[in-house]
């Protein structure tokens, strides 16, 4: 709604970007603009931006600066002089009492080519920053994005935003403040004034680092200024000989040229031009501590339950001791399918787990599907992970995995294996030794198939629905990618009779082992093929009967059960793989 607050934008006034969580340091943004500027109904607001990075003694020059100086106005290039050159990053003021720093750079382009901002290569690099098209991520943080820069349709910038918090940790690092000049205007263009009632034309309000100003503007249709008039001169030059063949001529004079002048008067509707205009001044305080810059020391904010009474406590005791912390196992699915995740298996039930490729941790899994995670370890990783493994913490319970205890106490790992480090090995076992018997691979691999693969690990199974989908992704892997019109050039099914995926397999393998092995051997994947569809879409005894195919035993916490779906598909794929490499002996 636009009203006479519109104009004057005590929104606006309110709010200051030293509180926002993206702090704009260069913007040329047109918000908003509707119709034909000059005519009714026009309606525009432009927001626009600059900055300079100062040193913290030099507060007091620099806000002698405006918008004319540290504004949009001009682009940015190293000079010249006095035979002293200024690199295009650095900011100097008229009277040279301060040096500062521009964090944006604007490269001028052309009339084809738009100009480019650059964020400052120190900024980008200090704080470990990559750029991925227009936004900036930071590796060590989880791929966050810490700058942006958004553009018109025609490709040119018109806003490159930081996030707060790495901002003032920089300028920490730095000794240095952020002072940003900003300039607003609301207009339109209307057939009368009524939208506002200032008594006074102009008007202003000012303050120490603010100045507003409302004006309303008498105009043609078009934009001219009512009742006002232009001057034309027209001179033509005389003493140019077009016959010469490379004619030349000097400075005018009133015997060379001819001149005619009249004036034109603006016509056109009478409009009515309202504008609200705010210039701002502010400044972005540098924080308190350079934790990601300089490595100041934090107080800890992210605290784990260490004992059965729930005590609390945080990395400066965990690093210290030898004990152990547990968690729900849904945080391996928050951090391992986070980019930069990953998850790793040593045995059975133990593994490494992490959000970022440089931080991983040992763990282990409890009888009750719990994790187990060496209190030191946590207590090492950067806060924002901590916050992360935090979410998931709970009071110890059903004692620490024994696997763990094996590999971190005893220095006895178990003989163990994992069914997610095999997944893999046994279907491209099957998929090459089924090509070398048979001419070509019982398997197809689809585009997906390295993505479904990386997530079928038993931590999907959190819940029957989780299970569900774990055994979904099973049969991705297994019966959905089965080549069943190639085996079935082997083996054919009787006329009038259509077999699944599976059933070709099962009728192939039967070649050369008895049918009743052959349907043993693929009654887990027969199981998974089942469980994928849910108990909503099965009978009752058809959802028991596919567990009882696969041996799972469903008084077991979800995570062990989703242990046995992966064990019992991975033994009937090497078993298969079995077969087919004594393909030629049977």
């Not at 020059?61 to 405006?66: F, H, I, N, Q, R």
């Not at 056109?268 to 701002?280: A, M, S």
């Not at 490494?352 to 030191?376: E, M, Q, R, W």
């Not at 009779?497 to 994947?525: D, F, Q, T, Y």
Request: charged share 25%.
């Amino acid at each position: 709604m636009t009203n006479q607050n519109w104009f004057e934008m005590p929104d606006v006034r309110r709010r200051t970007f030293a509180n926002a969580v993206w702090i704009p340091l260069r913007a040329m943004n047109s918000i908003r603009e509707e119709g034909k500027s000059g005519h009714e109904g026009y309606i525009s607001e432009f927001l626009g931006v600059g900055s300079i990075a100062v040193p913290i003694n030099h507060k007091k020059d620099a806000e002698k600066l405006g918008w004319d100086d540290v504004g949009i106005r001009l682009s940015h290039s190293g000079c010249v002089e006095n035979e002293e050159y200024t690199p295009a990053h650095i900011y100097k003021d008229f009277h040279e009492t301060f040096i500062g720093e521009h964090f944006v750079l604007e490269q001028r382009g052309n009339r084809k080519e738009h100009s480019e901002w650059h964020l400052s290569q120190d900024f980008a690099i200090t704080l470990g920053l990559k750029r991925e098209g227009d936004i900036w991520v930071r590796i060590d943080e989880g791929y966050i994005e810490v700058a942006k820069l958004s553009r018109k349709e025609n490709g040119s910038p018109f806003l490159l935003e930081v996030r707060a918090s790495h901002l003032k940790d920089y300028l920490c690092a730095r000794g240095m403040a952020l002072y940003l000049v900003s300039y607003r205007d609301r207009i339109i263009v209307a057939e009368n004034r009524d939208l506002v009632s200032w008594n006074s034309n102009p008007i202003s309000e000012t303050n120490k680092m603010d100045r507003w100003e409302g004006r309303v503007s008498e105009i043609h249709e078009g934009g001219m200024p009512f009742g006002g008039s232009i001057a034309v001169i027209n001179i033509v030059r005389t003493d140019v000989d077009p016959e010469e063949d490379v004619p030349a001529f000097g400075l005018p004079t009133d015997g060379s040229t001819i001149s005619d002048s009249w004036t034109n008067k603006f016509k056109g509707k009478k409009l009515f031009r309202i504008e609200g205009q705010l210039w701002r001044k502010e400044w972005i305080e540098p924080a308190t501590s350079s934790p990601i810059v300089r490595d100041d020391e934090e107080t800890p904010t992210v605290f784990f339950i260490t004992d059965a009474e729930g005590k609390r406590e945080s990395r400066e005791s965990l690093v210290h001791g030898g004990r152990w912390l547990w968690f729900r196992p849904e945080v391996i699915m928050a951090l391992a399918h986070r980019r930069g995740g990953s998850l790793s298996w040593y045995t059975r039930d133990t593994g490494s787990v992490g959000c970022s490729p440089d931080y991983t941790v040992h763990f282990g899994i409890n009888s009750l599907g719990l994790l187990n995670v060496y209190a030191k370890d946590i207590g090492l990783l950067p806060e924002w992970q901590q916050r992360i493994w935090a979410g998931y913490n709970v009071g110890p319970d059903g004692k620490v995995s024994k696997e763990l205890l094996a590999s971190q106490i005893y220095v006895e790992p178990a003989d163990t294996q994992a069914p997610e480090a095999l997944l893999e090995v046994a279907l491209k076992q099957l998929m090459e030794i089924s090509a070398v018997k048979l001419g070509f691979s019982v398997l197809k691999k689809h585009d997906s198939f390295s993505e479904v693969l990386e997530q079928t690990h038993r931590f999907r199974a959190i819940d029957k629905a989780g299970l569900c989908s774990l055994a979904k992704d099973i049969a991705r892997l297994t019966a959905d990618s089965i080549d069943a019109a190639s085996i079935q050039t082997i083996v054919k099914p009787p006329k009038g009779e259509k077999w699944g995926s599976l059933k070709s397999l099962e009728n192939l393998i039967a070649k050369k082992v008895s049918p009743e092995n052959a349907r043993s051997m693929l009654s887990s994947l027969v199981g998974a093929y089942e469980l994928r569809l849910g108990d909503a879409h099965l009978p009752g005894n058809d959802f028991d009967d596919a567990f009882d195919l696969v041996g799972i035993d469903r008084s077991l916490p979800f995570v062990h059960q989703g242990y046995q779906l992966l064990d019992s598909c991975v033994i009937s794929i090497f078993k298969i793989v079995k077969v087919f490499k004594a393909w030629d002996k049977i």
